[in-house]
């Protein structure tokens, strides 16, 4: 070891035990009251389960949408800087330009109410949607998609029920032979997967 080197051992050995110590201190944080857990508690199952109280129209969905959604997604539901909304209808779409969005992609409603209750309006609030908002919003689109018709209610008891355009395209993980609600372990490597 270089003198240099251990000139700068000695410093900070001598140095070390002058800095004090963070104490521990009982003021810090408090325990979350149980309307704080509640309001934090917003998992969505995807058959709806803990979806809000709440309704909304493609009609009540369209004025939201012009007011907080279409700055980022366009006016159409196409072509803003934020992902399209809406399917482009033309049947001379390429891949170049995907006809599938997040509404057509998405195997359960609920995953759409839950993106739009969770994220949306990203750049002015994300989480800010009145229940009502998330609902009309998720009518809007779904109608706007040729998924449900345009006078149809969206609440609770009806969005679970919606036929998802990739419901059949969509296949639960399955990793190792786990399943839902069973303790996950990592399965050992195989002996070909070791060399």
């Known amino acids: 070891m270089g003198s240099r080197n251990l000139l700068l051992l000695v410093i900070v050995l001598a140095v070390g035990p002058a800095v004090p110590a963070q104490s521990h201190s009982d003021s810090l944080g408090r325990t979350p009251s149980p309307e704080e857990v509640r309001a934090w508690d917003i998992t969505i199952s995807n058959e709806g389960k803990g ?14 949408y012009g007011v907080k959604c279409a700055a980022c997604h366009g006016a159409s539901g196409r072509g803003g800087l934020a ?30 109410w839950d993106y739009i209750n969770r994220a949306m309006p990203m750049l002015t609030g994300p989480g800010t949607l009145k229940p009502d908002e998330v609902y009309s919003l998720t009518a809007f689109l779904l109608y706007k998609n040729d998924v449900i018709n345009e006078n149809d209610v969206i609440d609770a008891q009806t969005l679970p029920k919606v036929k998802m355009p990739n419901r059949g395209g969509y296949v639960p993980p399955v990793i190792n032979g786990w399943k839902p609600l069973m303790p996950y372990t990592v399965a050992p490597k195989s002996t070909a997967e070791k060399k």
């Open 51 to 64: 979806l809000p109280a709440g309704r909304g129209t493609a009609d009540e969905g369209e004025k939201i």
């Open 83 to 112: 992902p399209p909304v809406v399917i482009d209808k033309d049947p001379h779409t390429t891949a170049l330009r995907p006809r599938r969005v997040m509404v057509t992609r998405a195997p359960f409603s609920s995953v759409l």
